[in-house]
């Protein structure tokens, strides 16, 4: 204390520091609080100081620098319907594994060896097929979330579950166009077998891309780091498509009893033809700028 003065407590009722001394306390109180009957006590001396001169500590439930409120607008999460897609995806997946397994292996294996094929081929029956109807709607199911989420991230349109199952609906009609032209083909040019061989091919290369990019695909919407396993799932379903048509091509030509040409607008009709009928029918809706 700069300015110090003994006075009677009584007398001069200012805040002091009685306890400083005594108690050896730094709280600051009022003179009154000493014994005024106290004549021959230490209370007669009382440390005084000027009210300027008092610093007080503030109280644990004061606080002067009342930090900046700001109030966020919470909005629906958009991205809680993919949740429920992709578990009912993993619900059929795995419907799939756990009664026709042996098939799910097979299929695996056909994929990389023709004597495989054959031997798939003798054992399963492709058509009508529980196994593989669930086949081509989870890899369906995860290109619509796949191509949401890439126009989310890269034109900024919204991941709405109307988006979705517009894609979902679109690529459904991609396949049964598809199938109606391997049937024309195949009853046109008498491809019964290499017809044959290219609908389990093409079931194979859809197995490895539905079981391979659905954990991919789940991860590119709820981790942070989204654009990584986005393009990982790309890169799953493009390898198995090039996968594909790989050997669409090397089995037709090898077997084929007609002309390049013929071969040529028969691979042509089967897989470029319902791309474009399906760009065509986006284009025309608005969805596309061409």
Not at 44 to 69: F, G, M, R, V
Not at 179 to 186: C, N
Request: glycine letters at 4%.
């Amino acid at each position: 204390m700069n300015s110090i003065q003994w006075t009677i407590p009584w007398i001069n009722n200012d805040s002091i520091s009685c306890l400083e001394k005594y108690a050896h306390s730094l709280d600051e109180v009022p003179a009154y609080f000493c014994n005024p009957n106290d004549t021959i006590g230490d209370s007669l001396l009382i440390q005084q100081t000027t009210a300027k001169e008092l610093h007080y500590s503030q109280s644990i439930l004061k606080y002067d620098n009342q930090p900046e409120i700001h109030t966020i607008d919470l909005q629906n999460n958009q991205f809680s319907w993919p949740f429920f897609v992709i578990f009912f995806s993993l619900t059929l997946l795995g419907l799939s594994l756990l009664f026709s397994f042996s098939r799910f292996r097979q299929a695996i294996k056909a994929a990389y060896s023709l004597r495989e094929t054959g031997i798939f081929m003798r054992n399963f029956i492709l058509n009508k097929s529980a196994s593989t109807i669930i086949t081509y709607i989870n890899t369906y199911i995860l290109l619509a979330l796949i191509v949401v989420l890439f126009g989310e991230m890269k034109y900024g349109i919204a991941p709405l579950f109307l988006n979705f199952v517009f894609v979902f609906g679109a690529l459904i009609g991609y396949q049964i166009i598809k199938s109606m032209l391997i049937y024309i083909s195949e009853k046109l040019f008498q491809t019964q077998g290499e017809s044959e061989i290219y609908n389990y091919r093409d079931y194979f290369t859809k197995i490895i891309g539905s079981s391979l990019a659905l954990p991919f695909v789940f991860a590119s919407f709820y981790s942070p780091f989204q654009v990584f396993f986005l393009y990982i799932a790309i890169l799953i379903f493009a390898y198995s498509i090039v996968h594909q048509l790989v050997l669409a091509v090397i089995t037709g030509y090898t077997n084929s009893r007609y002309s390049f040409f013929y071969f040529i607008l028969y691979f042509c009709s089967v897989e470029i033809l319902p791309l474009l009928v399906g760009a065509k029918v986006l284009i025309n809706s608005g969805l596309i700028i061409w």
